[in-house]
């Protein structure tokens, strides 16, 4: 059974920081690319940021360029995302996806519970 377990959210001011994690199992987790996804308070989801299954190619939105960085370790099953320089607008419950293929834009397939970031003074 796949798992998806993404920890890390939480209130930070805007400006701050925060490290989410999702721990992955049910996988060959090194096979397939991964994302983040969120959703912001009575909006759709928005897609963040992808890597493929090997970590070399990455991907994000035009919004956390600069700010956003993903990343994963195959042999401990785990995918980042470290968010820096948070604005308000990036409050939202972000979810860990697992990707379809080894490729990171050929869709999603697996989504864990997400984990709630708040960027507030």
């Known amino acids: 059974e796949v798992q998806l377990v993404e920890s890390g959210g939480g209130l930070v001011q805007p400006g701050g920081s925060l490290r989410l994690s999702c721990a992955a199992s049910?996988?060959?987790?090194?096979?397939?690319?991964m994302s983040w996804v969120r959703q912001a308070p009575g909006k759709g989801l928005e897609w963040v940021s992808g890597i493929d299954s090997g970590g070399g190619i990455t991907s994000y939105v035009d919004s956390v360029k600069g700010r956003f960085a993903i990343s994963r370790d195959n042999a401990e099953n785990t995918l980042w995302l470290q968010m820096n320089t948070l604005k308000p607008e990036d409050t939202a419950v972000y979810y860990c996806?697992?990707?379809?293929?080894?490729?990171?834009?050929?869709?999603?397939?697996?989504w864990g519970k997400g984990t709630l970031v708040t960027v507030s003074s």
């Open positions: 996806a697992k990707g379809s293929t080894w490729r990171y834009n050929d869709g999603m397939d697996y």
């Open positions: 049910g996988f060959t987790f090194g096979s397939n690319a």
